[in-house]
């Protein structure tokens, strides 16, 4: 299972970016996608996560800022981010926990290769 994220760049405090996050590959069934992130000598912090029947959770640092969403069809997760700090700046990493038809037997957590969020002030 290979996961491709999109969607980083440069914004001022106040702008708005939106991530998205395809999986693809021997994918059996996706049970829930996400974000995290990770700041400069921070450790990775979950930013949110939508589940295959829609339920979402979200950190409180970015509750009522940031809109997580999927499309099941697309094995596809997006992260719209309005309000942007300073201090969301990080490498935003998605993920995915799901089985892969390659093991079957066994659920697992991908991950894909981080895009960088950079937001002045």
């Known amino acids: 299972v290979q996961l491709q994220a999109s969607g980083g760049g440069l914004v001022q405090a106040g702008g708005s970016l939106r991530l998205s996050c395809a999986a693809s590959g021997s994918i059996f069934n996706i049970n829930r996608m996400g974000w995290y992130r990770q700041a400069p000598g921070k450790q990775r912090e979950l930013v949110a996560r939508i589940t295959s029947g829609n339920s979402t959770n979200y950190a409180d640092s970015v509750k009522d800022r940031f809109t997580i969403s999927s499309d099941n069809a697309k094995n596809t997760v997006y992260l719209q981010m309005n309000s942007l700090k300073p201090e969301d700046t990080a490498v935003y990493y998605c993920?995915?926990?799901?089985?892969?038809?390659?093991?079957?037997?066994?659920?697992?957590?991908?991950w894909g290769q981080g895009t960088q969020v950079t937001v002045s002030s």
């Open positions: 993920y995915a926990f799901g089985v892969s038809t390659q093991n079957m037997r066994v659920s697992q957590q991908y």
